[in-house]
Every structure is written in C-alpha cells, then in structure tokens.
C-alpha cells in the first residue's frame, strides 16, 4: 500500500506528511517529475472514460496532489510542449482516478483557483474585502492577481497588473485550515469563528475539490454577523499549522486510506 504525494522536491510540507505517513506504517513516496509516473487516460464514444496511474510500475492506493510537476520553463518550442501534453494528461488522469484524492484537480484548476470574491458574491453571510485594480495610488499589504490568483508583493506590483488589493491586520483575523473532515482554527483573536460560517467554506471548497486549504477571515469590523474573506489557498504550509500538524497529516491520512 503506497501513497503517492505530487510535490516539488523543496516542498517541505510534502516531505513533512509523507514522514508522519511513513511513520505511522503508511509507505508514502514524493514525486516530483513524471520519470516515475506511468498515466493512461481513455474515452469511450459512449463518453466513458478509465484512468490509470502508477507509480513505479504500481497502483497508489491515494494521491496527495501538491501542485503541478515539470513546471521548469524550457525554451525550446518542443519541450514546452511536450511538458503542456505531459500536464494535460496527469491533470485529466488525476480528475478521472477513481481512487482517494487529495485537492484533486477539476475545471477549476490544477490547483484549483479560490478566489475570495467569488464566495463573497454567492454567499449573503460573507462580504468582499479590498479591491481589484490596477492603480499604483491605491493601498494594501495583501495582493494577488486576478488573472492567475499568485500572490505577490503590493509594492512590486507591475502597473499592468490587476490586482485583488487587501488590508490585512493579523491581529483581527482567522485563520482557519481545512483538512479533509476536520477543521481547525490555527490562529485568532482568541473566539472560535461561528460554525455557520465554516459549513458555508467548507462547501464552497468541496465543490471545488479541494480537501486542504488554508482560509483567512477577518470579523472584527464586520455587522450582523457577516464576516470579510481575505484570501483562500490550495498551498497551505506546515509553518501555518504548527500547533495541529500531527492531528492535520492524520485526518489528510485517514481519507486517503480509507
């Protein structure tokens, strides 16, 4: 029984769960490029479809999926497309697996995109925070790009970039990290966030397929109980969830080898 954690070799999260894992009897092997992936994806005319993955000539018994692999850029025409047609595969083949997968690709994305505004517009208990734009006059030590949803520096920002722009205080804010079943709150400003709340992230995050992400709210400010999404992530990192990693890699365990 092995299972197989998709992950950049420098991914100390990865390498963190895949210890705890081995740890606790569950062979577990981080892959980082696709020399040791075989993938076969097949459709029928009547739209069935098969998928296959193995890793070193055998079946994963569950995938934790950490991010894409390959993701060098080449510049050589060829090599870049061949490593497109190698992550088209794997992403269709990992959306089709039939086993357990964690933050299993789908339309969404590979990783999957969560953006923070579009919880807000369908959700009547959660309210949008910041702004998108492109202006240097505006203000915020919290921004990523709309187009893509990566994080980077507001300060940096180029003036061609459109940008979700936040003011973060994290001294008013949750933190939440939502693994598989559980649900743990990393850090706040010391009352739990209302479980009304969680349930409707939750479900926003199992429509994506995302079983491991970390969530910040703010609800300080914030009226009739609504509260202010700041930033949603499909990257969540050990350093976030220190004070509950083992309790985490054990709930991210038990669905994979359930």
């Known amino acids: 029984m092995t299972l197989l954690v998709l992950a950049e070799s420098g991914d100390e999260t990865a390498i963190r769960f895949a210890r705890f894992a081995s740890d606790g009897g569950v062979e577990t092997l981080v892959v980082a490029d696709f020399d040791r992936l075989a993938v076969t994806v097949t459709v029928s005319r009547d739209l069935n479809s098969h998928s296959t993955v193995l890793v070193d000539g055998y079946p994963p018994v569950g995938i934790f999926c950490r991010g894409r692999l390959g993701s060098s850029p080449s510049s050589a025409p060829a090599a870049r497309f061949a490593a497109s047609e190698q992550e088209a595969t794997l992403w269709a083949a990992l959306a089709l697996w039939p086993g357990p997968v964690i933050n299993r690709p789908t339309v969404h994305g590979y ?31 919290h921004a990523y790009r709309t187009s893509c949803y990566t994080q980077l520096d507001p ?71 609504t509260l202010r999404l700041l930033e949603a992530s499909p990257w969540a990192n050990h350093h976030q969830f220190r004070s509950v990693e083992d309790a985490a890699y054990t709930a991210l365990l038990d669905r994979l080898v359930r």
């Open 111 to 141: 990783p999957a995109r969560l953006d923070p505004l579009e919880l807000a517009s369908s959700s009547p208990g959660i309210r949008p925070a910041g702004t998108i734009t492109n202006g240097r006059d505006a203000t915020g030590n």
């Open 155 to 225: 300060a940096a920002r180029d003036v061609y970039d459109v940008v979700h722009l936040t003011q973060i205080d994290e001294r008013r804010t949750h933190q939440l990290l939502f693994a598989a079943a559980s649900t743990f709150e990393v850090n706040g400003p010391g009352h739990e966030l209302d479980l009304a709340h969680r349930v409707v992230i939750r479900r926003w995050l199992q429509a994506k397929q995302t079983d491991f992400a970390i969530v910040t709210v703010d609800t300080m400010d914030s009226p009739h109980g």
